[in-house]
């Protein structure tokens, strides 16, 4: 993409060409670095003063701490309790990943692979569920749940949980699905291969990438999500993350420490996260976002 | 014959558990909000036919507007905030440069964490006492210009909007650079040996050829600000004194605070009516390409 100039320019047109490109290089660095240090500078300072005990933060906002006081994080931990929230989190997060994933697959690969006469319907209504305002859902579903007996179990957020990330999943798996070559399946079902063992041997195995892409996205949104959590679980033994974390800190409001403690061990776990599947998430946002 | 028929019932099984909870979980209670919302009930008594009296009351309701006029206030700064930012941002970005992948991995970073934690995190940028925004003001000689910036009606919203300018950049910009490596390094190319200059480059070709996408992510950025809620629920709880209510609050204070089941779900119907009607008008000015 850089400009090169001509190689029939005369020499001093070329160093002052040059010259201008650096100038330009150096503003866009700079333009970029500014950029960058307002996305992540927040999150730097509140690692950071996570460590600061209560005087030193109010004196020293801005330096590295002295030293480094773990107190804040023991006492978070214990005050919200964090074992109970991060095991919440992880099962009702693994729970619905995997199954929407699993039956969100197995539906795509019966709309992507098969004609049939409901199925340009069916998949338009999958995809519908892409444009809900979730929402708009809150209280009949509070009212949905309550009338099931659903309210506060282990299990309650995988219902709303599944339910609204399966039309994105199969939005991407299909689309992915459809670009299969078709003597595929077409050879496994002459050597005898039934439908579902077509699709759990040949078709989920190849769709691989796209599974990834679907498991991070899913992942991602089950342990951010708050509303759903809000109105539907309010035992606080079965919270999750970010529920029993807004709780924690209304009851925390001065005590800063403890609050950025917290804020850190919620968001260590997503940073890793991100930072190693980086490429399938980015994959992901795109093409559910850009093409719909 | 046999093979077919058990084609069909295995593409119904195979169907099955996701449309199954699909529709029990997701279209029954949009459906729902509706039927509930032409009743009058308080969630636990019997339930009362009253028709359209619910959106009646709501169009005359003060509050209502007021959350409507603040959801606007988000929209606004969210399109004109976010989108010329990521655009700008992922127009530098889209060269060869060195550290690109940083940028664009720290760019991308927000929109991956929580909302609980950015609103926590915000607010205590913005605390009176002891944030990061008043201490780096009274650092710098500038006291007099310290607020309790969330506290202060005036100052609530503005500081409420700059958090969700900066959560959601990052999804834009991604999505533009994807769309910008679509564009063919010939066109520029050619461009380029007509001696256009990068500025006419960028203006003439590269933006129109990225057009579409800028307008499914204005789209995007509308209907996704029509829906904050957990943001400034965590952060403001939509004061103080109702500065920095928006309508998914309002509607979910009147319901789950108020228990105004009936006239909550009302607030329901027209936020979704109003986010389904503006996915249409693009939709139809677009052709088929959104969703």
């Given at each position: 993409?850089?400009?090169?100039?001509?190689?029939?320019?005369?020499?001093?047109?070329?160093?002052?060409?040059?010259?201008?490109k650096s100038i330009k290089k150096t503003i866009i660095y700079v333009v970029l670095t500014l950029f960058a240090i307002v996305n992540a500078y927040p999150i730097l300072w509140m690692v950071i003063n996570s460590f600061k005990s209560e005087q030193e933060f109010s004196v020293n906002q801005f330096g590295f701490p002295k030293e480094f006081v773990f107190e804040n994080y023991v006492n978070a931990w214990k005050a919200a309790n964090f074992d109970i929230l991060f095991k919440n989190s992880i099962f009702i997060c693994l729970a619905a990943t995997v199954v929407t994933v699993l039956i969100g697959a197995l539906a795509s690969y019966f709309l992507a692979r098969f004609s049939f006469k409901m199925n340009k319907l069916v998949y338009t209504l999958f995809i519908f569920g892409m444009i809900i305002p979730i929402h708009s859902t809150l209280v009949p579903m509070f009212i949905l749940i309550r009338n099931l007996g659903l309210l506060n179990t282990p299990i309650t957020l995988l219902f709303p949980y599944i339910a609204f990330?399966?039309?994105?999943?199969?939005?991407?798996?299909?689309s992915f699905m459809k670009a299969f070559p078709k003597d595929i399946e077409e050879s496994a079902i002459m050597d005898g291969c039934g439908v579902f063992r077509t699709f759990w041997s040949i078709i989920l195995p190849m769709s691989r990438p796209a599974v990834a892409t679907v498991m991070v996205l899913n992942f991602i949104?089950?342990?951010?999500?708050?509303?759903?959590?809000?109105?539907?679980?309010?035992?606080?033994?079965?919270q999750t993350l970010p529920l029993g974390l807004a709780s924690f800190a209304g009851q925390f409001t001065t005590n800063y420490g403890a609050q950025m403690a917290g804020l850190t061990m919620t968001l260590v776990p997503i940073v890793i996260f991100y930072l190693l599947l980086e490429k399938e998430i980015v994959k992901g946002m795109t093409s559910g976002a850009v093409k719909g | 014959m046999h093979l077919a028929r058990r084609r069909k019932s295995s593409i119904f099984l195979g169907l099955l558990p996701a449309l199954l909870l699909y529709l029990v979980f997701a279209i029954y209670p949009i459906l729902q909000s509706f039927y509930y919302s032409v009743m009058s009930w308080d969630g636990f008594s019997a339930m009362t036919f009253v028709g359209l009296e619910n959106f009646k009351e709501l169009f005359k309701d003060p509050l209502f507007w007021n959350s409507v006029k603040n959801n606007i206030y988000v929209v606004l700064a969210?399109?004109?905030?976010?989108?010329?930012?990521?655009?700008?941002?992922?127009?530098?970005?889209?060269?060869?440069?060195?550290g690109a992948k940083i940028f664009r991995t720290i760019g991308f970073l927000p929109v991956v964490l929580s909302t609980v934690v950015i609103s926590l995190t915000w607010g205590l940028i913005y605390n009176s006492e002891e944030g990061l925004i008043n201490e780096f003001l009274r650092s710098v000689g500038l006291e007099a210009l310290a607020q309790n910036w969330l506290g202060d009606t005036q100052w609530a919203m503005i500081a409420v909007c700059i958090t969700v300018i900066w959560q959601f950049v990052g999804l834009y910009l991604i999505i533009f650079l994807a769309a910008l490596q679509n564009v063919p390094e010939e066109v520029l190319e050619a461009a380029r040996i007509d001696g256009a200059s990068e500025w006419t480059t960028t203006w003439k070709i590269t933006v129109p050829m990225i057009w579409d996408t800028i307008i499914v992510a204005i789209v995007l950025c509308i209907a996704g600000s029509l829906r904050t809620f957990d943001l400034i629920y965590v952060m403001t709880h939509g004061g103080p004194s109702h500065s920095t209510d928006v309508m998914a609050l309002y509607m979910f204070n009147e319901t789950f605070s108020n228990l105004q089941y009936g006239y909550g779900s009302a607030v329901s119907v027209v936020i979704f009516l109003f986010s389904l009607m503006l996915i249409m008008v693009v939709r139809k000015a677009l052709g088929q390409?959104?969703?």
């Open positions: 993409m850089e400009t090169t100039i001509g190689s029939k320019s005369k020499w001093k047109n070329k160093e002052k060409g040059a010259k201008k990330n399966l039309p994105i999943t199969i939005f991407i798996l299909t949104h089950n342990w951010n999500e708050f509303s759903f959590a809000l109105v539907l679980i309010n035992d606080p033994n079965l | 969210s399109v004109l905030g976010q989108v010329p930012i990521a655009l700008f941002i992922a127009l530098l970005l889209n060269r060869k440069l060195k390409k959104v969703i």
